[in-house]
């Protein structure tokens, strides 16, 4: 499965080298699409510099802030238009653990619609996956039941198997 990994910079020149680093490495299949929104500090010209050095990383410059949602969109719009089978949003700002994408994309490979979070002390993170026909929710430890389009969904981790 080819994924493209999304991420919307705004000053984050500090954090880009390294979690472009370990998004390469997670998976051969991953590439990384940079939307950056004229970053004061530096970040698009590093992103620049990274995409450079590898054709799995790409970036847009933006003219000014524009926000995050648009910065998605304009990711998501390239993400189709290259043909990607997956779609991965991350923030920059190391918040999203790259390390848990196999686990995500394994989950994206029967389902249009992965989210990612941590159940417990750091609920809050998620990373979202958007392929295929049906809707699956994955979360990374603990069963969930969530709501999803008026179907709810009983989500149990590997080591916790639902009813």
């Known amino acids: 499965m080819h994924a493209l990994v999304v991420v919307p910079t705004y000053n984050e020149r500090h954090n880009l080298p390294d979690l472009v680093s370990q998004l390469l490495a997670v998976d051969a299949s991953l590439d990384v699409f940079v939307v950056d929104d ?22 847009l410059h933006r003219e000014g ?13 390239h993400a189709l238009d290259s043909g990607c089978d997956a779609v991965v949003q991350m923030d920059a700002d190391l918040s ?28 809050g993170d998620a990373v979202g996956v958007l392929v295929g026909e049906a809707v699956a929710v994955g979360v990374a430890a603990g069963p969930v039941t969530l709501n999803v389009a008026a179907r709810s969904f009983h989500v149990s981790s590997p080591a916790q198997p639902g009813p």
């Open 38 to 59: 004229g970053s004061p500090d530096g970040t698009g010209e590093l992103a620049a510099e990274l995409a450079r050095r590898t054709s799995r990383v790409a970036v």
């Open 96 to 123: 999203h653990r790259p390390q848990d994408l196999p686990r995500v994309l394994a989950a994206a490979a029967s389902a249009d619609v992965v989210v990612g979070g941590a159940v417990g002390e750091a609920v």
């Open 65 to 77: 802030k524009q926000g995050l949602g648009t910065a998605y969109v304009a990711g998501f719009r």
